[in-house]
C-alpha cells in the first residue's frame, strides 16, 4: 500500500494511505490532503494511481511541484521520493516497490526514475507485448530490460496509448500543391486575357 508522509520543519505531521484513484494535495478543507498554508495553493498537485505506479501531477500551482530538486508537469514516483511544495515536504512510501543498485551505465538508463524497481503482473505483461512488437534488441541499442524487473518509467511507456498518425505533412503538402495549380491557372487566365485584349 502507498503512502504519503507530510513532513515540516523535519517533523512528520500525518501520513496519508493512497487508497483512491485520485486524491489531491492542496490548501482547500475539500482536498483530500489539505495543507493549510499560505505557499501552497488551493488545489496544489494531484496523486493519480496508475495500476502499481502513483503520478503527481502539478495543477497550475503558484509556487511549482518540485520531486527529488526538480520542477515538474507530471512525475511517475518510486518509493523514497521527495515532493516539496512551498516549505512542506511530501515523503513518498510504496511498498511494492524495492530499492536496487543503480546502474552505472547512464547511457542506458538516463535518470533516476530507474534507481527503483517495481514488480507487478500488468506491467510484465505490457513489457512483454512492447519486447513482442519491436522484435526484442536492435544492434547496437541496450539490451532489453529482464522480465523479472521494470522501473516506473518503463509503466509509463507501457502504458502509454498509442497516438494517432501525424497526417499535418501530407495535408501541408496538398494545400501547397493546390496553391502553386491555383497560382498557374490565374497566370494562364491574365496572359489569354492580354492575348485576346490585343488581338481586339
Do not use: W
Amino acid at each position: 500500500m502507498a503512502t504519503l508522509i507530510v513532513i515540516f520543519g523535519g517533523k512528520e505531521e500525518r501520513t496519508y494511505t493512497l487508497d483512491r484513484p485520485r486524491m489531491v494535495v492542496g490548501r482547500e478543507p475539500q482536498c483530500e490532503i489539505a495543507i493549510d498554508n499560505l505557499g501552497i495553493s488551493r488545489q496544489h498537485c494531484a496523486l493519480v494511481s496508475k495500476g502499481d505506479a502513483f503520478v503527481v501531477q502539478d495543477l497550475g500551482s503558484a509556487n511549482g511541484t518540485f520531486v527529488n530538486g526538480k520542477k515538474i508537469v507530471e512525475h511517475f514516483l518510486n518509493d523514497g521520493d521527495e515532493i516539496f511544495l512551498g516549505k512542506y515536504v511530501l515523503k513518498f512510501k510504496n511498498e511494492t516497490q524495492t530499492q536496487t543498485e543503480a546502474p552505472r551505465d547512464s547511457s542506458v538508463v538516463p535518470d533516476t526514475l530507474n534507481t527503483f524497481v517495481m514488480d507487478g503482473a500488468k506491467i510484465q505483461e505490457q513489457l512483454t507485448k512492447m519486447r513482442a512488437q519491436s522484435g526484442g534488441s536492435a544492434p547496437g541499442q541496450a539490451p532489453a530490460m529482464p522480465a523479472a524487473s521494470a522501473t516506473a518509467k518503463d509503466y509509463a511507456k507501457a502504458m502509454d496509448v498509442p497516438k494517432a498518425p501525424d497526417n499535418s505533412g501530407t495535408l501541408k503538402t496538398v494545400l501547397i500543391v493546390g496553391g502553386v495549380l491555383v497560382a498557374l491557372l490565374l497566370i494562364a487566365v491574365v496572359v489569354l486575357l492580354v492575348v485576346v485584349m490585343k488581338r481586339s
